[in-house]
């Protein structure tokens, strides 16, 4: 495993990070998590990325009780708040109150002090950024949480949530956005935007939810058990890559096989690889249904590509690729 720093903080982070949704307190049974944590930690992964509302708060209760006993010091916590966490009108959003009362449940659930990066999961247009901002600031001056990052915001609301940051003293250091061969909508805009704030991305959905994986085969039913299949998965899988799902790119995507093979990589490395190779890529979000999975991901870690590679990907993906910025968040 190799380490990068986030952004332009002097906080370090692994290339990949284990993610937990949809997996935790849902797909995965408790010991398939402590299992796949276990491998994350042997394989030298130390971020670990949950939010409150996966699971129904149930990612966060699984994952601090599988890391209870890590040294704290040793791995870097993050989580998020803004979704829905209960019926209550102020069990959502980033004003100050559920901002507050969300930190705290984390912590608890999370059975730790503190969060390393606490992300506002998405831009929420109904609080006024400010107030926002203010509650993070305070969060950060209680020592309730490090860092500060955001989800899937656009280049506008980084800018502006960058210049409060300044304001406030608070250190604001990431965002986290879908990046992948196929989705690369933050290149145009957010990149440029997070590069100027000081912001390091952490990527979320390498694989395309499975598309890269090179496991739908064009022509060919969805596979059992994978997530366009699963009931519980589907709803996600089908907003964010249903589109793929279709022959013309599922071929493309078979066409990706030989040049994994001439690094010695497989379909799912390489996709966590071409991420990895963009500078301002500080770490992957890998998920897992179970510990080869994480083993197989961790081996991304280090890899080079040349501009051989990259021009010969991006010729077999072709007019698949989205790049349209207007579609982030």
Known sequence: ?????????????????????????????????????????????????????????????????????????????????????????N????????????????????????????????YDPHTPLEETFLAFADLVRQGKVHYIGVSEWTAAQI?????????????FIASQPQYSMLWRVIEQEVVPASVQAGLGQITWSPLAQGILSGKYLPYSAVPPGSRAAAKAGKPFFNKLAGHWLHDDVLTAVQQLLPLAKELGLTLPQLAVAWVLHHPYV???????????????N????????DQDILTRIDEILGKWIERNPVLTG
């Open 282 to 296: 500080s770490s992957v979000i890998i998920g897992a249904s179970g510990p080869e999975q994480v083993l197989e």
């Open 298 to 305: 961790v081996k991304a870690s280090g890899v080079k590509l």
């Open 159 to 171: 800018e502006q949530g960058s210049a409060l940051a300044k304001e406030l003293r608070v250190p």
């Open 1 to 89: 495993m190799e380490y990068r720093k986030l952004g332009n903080s002097g906080l370090t982070v692994s290339e990949i990070s284990l993610g937990n949704w949809i997996t935790h307190g849902s797909q995965v049974d408790d010991p398939t998590a402590q299992a796949c944590v276990q491998a994350a930690l042997e394989a030298g992964i130390t971020t670990f990325d949950t939010a409150d509302v996966y699971s129904n708060t149930k990612a966060e209760t699984v994952l601090g009780e599988v890391l209870k006993g890590v040294p704290r010091e040793s791995i870097e916590l993050c989580t998020k708040v803004c979704h829905p966490t209960g019926p209550g009108h």
């Open 91 to 122: 069990n959502r959003g980033l004003s100050r109150k559920h901002i507050m009362e969300a930190c705290s449940a984390s912590l608890q659930r999370l059975q730790t002090d503190y969060i390393d990066v606490y992300y506002a999961h998405r």
